[in-house]
């Protein structure tokens, strides 16, 4: 069967997990029933734990569903501990349902799919080597791939059924009231991992630093908290800014940046109160610089950025350029630190940020949006989550989400080495073309057809270089050739969710 | 029937609502499967509704259950507009289920009750008026008195399920992002409001100061809400204080509240990092004077202050001799207009204040309590709902869930005019005796017999008048006299729920 991206889907599988195909980008207005946990009632006494070994062996049983946050990124210490005990403690048949994967995390989850500890994952994305042997059918079962808010969606409803959430924080007391924001591995917001402690049956925390009672402001609440374990060390926030978030020196992305930043300043969307989410990777960083100069000059200053904070949007708030930063996760040490001292920088939820089915997530008010995009193609669609030899490298994070923005713009080159980016076909569609309205390339801009307002007014610009992305695609293509088609089996080894649960795409083992 | 404390019930009545007589206050450790509310999902826009009347349209239907938040206390101006329009629009049979009533709703509630248009009520309190009516037969079936913590527990296993919530507020969004530290009405801590924020299906925002998207810090979150009225004035703030929470300038109350410090002194409780709960109502708010100067001169700070907060122990968070004040609700305007700039003055929800179905309350974390009592018996019974003529005139508040302390002190006088305090069975027990350490009273001071070591204590203590609570009757008694027994009729107009919702007591119709 085919998705109305005319995806070819498996119906088999579809039915099997109860999925519906993807139709639109639409949610509308569906009366959805929330899901709730069950609670083992105490007095909130005798939660520190000594060890990860017996707060694994007091919370799990086998077919369990777990989670973890990934905050920390590549500074993160707590995954590997925990999931290293889970699989000397022989538990089988677990899911496993981080809000995301980094690749520190990769050879131990590759060690629980052989030990046959991990059978099912739900994520937002996955890298390297995982992503390799994922690609290669090592997991039994479909992973599922879900963006920030769709998660939050999940677990809000009842999709993803967390029984103990295993979350490492800088702080916590004895009961488990905790923050992002005091201790040696401070990542700032709690956003994706507050979810989690919401909803998931047990709640372990795991710190280095167990301070005197009652800890506050409580991100995370001693109501929701089973047990607390003191471990040596949470992780490295230094190690935060890695991968995804390092701040490019590149001329062709800041060529890029500084495009994206006329195309938002020549928008009907630039003006007093406007706001915007810039996201992290590439030369979505370098856009604040600009935008920044540009709001300064048009004495033009914005209501609220959102989604993953950097230090250059701190800055704005910093200068009040910026009247409020809301924060779900903070992609590097600078914008961590900052969320304590600055009140104007709020810790924002995954559903508050970005879920679908609630009464109004901040990506809905969202004016404008750059994304970035491994691939995009003729109709717009974009994939973040496959490379050019279909191999699973990257993630939805918030793509599909904060795509809802008035004006999204996806700011990629037009081709990376061999590589095009601007292509016939997406190898994998996880973000639907018609949430797209401009994409940004060193070489020239183009406009979603759907958004001729956008084109007329654009056309007023001199110098702003338009064509259609068709002719971007050609270039693309004269530039690096026509590749093989790639080859796979029938095998699906991962189920593209978009935001509202239906199926955008499958992911097949690599032949 | 009787229960544990040997009040009797009717069986018949128990059965038709499913309810267990109260054993004991031990809450032990039972598996709470929570519930969650029904979400209509929205982007957040059009959430601006221009008039009352169109909200309670859109939103009600026959038999459904409302709520309202009592933090304005006498100083509210939303509940009589709210409910005005949902007689005019004649809705019956609705169950109406606040926080707690104040004397300014009393004659709207009246009114709806002999309308057919309120036919259930569950309340933390009621006085007056309101309480002379219905403790007369005025409501077709039986109140259920709740505390702070039942209701939060009944709410989050959805023994309660709200299915519209108005809540004032003194700022909001036009998504619904609000706060109570804010405006012309600031109240301080939502502590109440935030269940019916997180619980009822539709949250309906009423509010005299919509500000600018987003506002934060957000105590109530858009997700959460789906209409923001906007009114002429919410409330006023001057009259939080009024009512119970008047300072006194009593010598009597003055007496106590020395001999209350004297006993918290020389306790094994006061000690470095010790908390305490002073509460609202007569000699309670003194005791924070006394209480400063004894950790003045004996070098001791608390960890926290905990429950209704007032202006005196918002100043000793300001000194520092109080590291967190952890505020479910403010009793006067400086403390509440002291939330907004000390971030030490943590806002905390009902649930978190004192629900003993969670992972831990703030309650049983508590080590001094100070309450007040209308009655208390020879069993260390406790009765601050009914006055001694046996109508209904008070309310439980936190009185059940702070009594869990390691040392909870009732403060009273002994005889009030011609009326005895101590008595040998009060009318109605709200608080059972187990959970009673100590009683004051201006004549002596008696400590229950099941706190042998706290007897022991103060045994050594040169000054405190130790006594039986026998003795402290029959002293009351001399004074005033035997009262005639009550009459009633065998119709019950109220079930007194413990805080684990068993049934504790029952009251009856005045004959």
């Known amino acids: 069967m085919k998705n109305s991206l005319n995806r070819e889907l498996s119906a088999e599988l579809l039915k099997e997990k109860d999925y519906k195909p993807f139709e639109n980008a639409t949610i509308g207005n569906p009366e959805i029933q929330r899901t709730a946990p069950t609670v083992r009632v105490s007095t909130g ?3 520190l734990v000594d060890s990860i070994a017996d707060v694994v062996k007091k919370t799990l049983k086998d077919g369990m569903t777990i989670s ?7 500074g993160d210490f707590i995954f590997n501990q925990v999931m290293d005990e889970i699989i000397k ?15 520190v995390m990769n050879d131990k989850v590759i060690e629980a799919i052989k030990a046959g500890v991990i059978t099912n994952i739900t994520s937002s994305g996955m890298r390297g080597s995982l992503g390799e042997a994922v690609s290669h059918g090592l997991l039994p079962n479909p992973v599922i791939f879900r963006s920030h808010g769709g998660r939050a969606r999940a677990i809000e409803n009842g999709d993803i059924k967390i029984d103990v959430a295993f979350l490492g924080v800088p702080n916590a007391d004895r009961l488990g009231n905790a923050n992002g924001m005091e201790g040696d591995a401070v990542f700032g917001s709690l956003g994706y991992a507050l979810m989690d402690a919401n909803y998931a049956d047990k709640v372990v925390l795991l710190t280095d630093n167990v301070v005197d009672y009652p800890n506050t402001p409580a991100s995370i609440k001693q109501t929701q908290v089973d047990y607390v374990v003191k471990v040596d060390q949470v992780g490295d926030p230094d190690r935060i800014g890695t991968g995804a978030t390092r701040f490019t020196k590149n001329p062709k992305d800041l060529k890029i940046a500084k495009m994206v930043n ?3 300043v020549h928008s009907p969307y630039f003006k007093q109160g406007f706001s915007f989410q810039t996201g992290s990777g590439g030369a979505a960083l370098a856009v604040a610089r600009y935008l920044r ?3 300064i000059d048009k004495n033009i200053t914005a209501s609220f950025a959102l989604g993953g904070i950097t230090t250059p ?5 910093e200068e009040g350029l910026v009247n409020r930063v809301m924060d779900v996760q903070d992609f590097d040490k600078g914008a961590a630190d900052s969320m304590k001292n600055n009140r104007n920088q709020q810790e924002i939820d995954a559903s508050w940020y970005a879920d679908p089915d609630n009464k109004g997530a901040m990506v809905d008010q969202l004016d404008v949006c750059i994304l970035s995009a491994l691939e995009i193609d003729t109709d717009f669609n974009v994939n973040v989550m496959t490379g050019s030899n279909g191999v699973i490298r990257g993630a939805v994070g918030g793509h599909q989400d904060a795509a809802t923005a008035k004006m999204t713009i996806i700011s990629a080159p037009l081709t990376r080495g061999r590589i095009a980016t601007v292509v016939p076909h997406v190898g994998t569609v996880v973000t639907p073309g018609e949430s797209i309205d401009v994409l940004v390339t060193e070489v020239g801009i183009a406009v979603n057809p759907r958004r001729q307002d956008l084109l007329a007014a654009f056309k007023q610009v001199p110098g702003l270089p338009l064509m259609t992305i068709e002719e971007l695609q050609q ?26 649960g239906s199926i955008i795409d499958e992911i097949h083992e690599i032949k």
């Open 45 to 47: 006494d005798g939660k």
């Open 68 to 74: 973890f946050h990934h905050h920390l990124r590549e």
């Open 89 to 103: 403690q022989g538990f089988k048949n677990l899911t496993l349902a981080p809000s995301s994967l980094t690749n």
């Open 262 to 264: 006329d195309v938002i």
């Open 293 to 295: 100069e540009s709001m």
């Open 313 to 317: 949007i701190v800055k704005l708030l």
């Open 475 to 500: 270039k693309a293509e004269q530039i690096v050739g026509k590749p093989k088609p790639l080859e796979y089996t029938d095998r699906v080894v991962a189920l593209m969710e978009y935001r509202d």
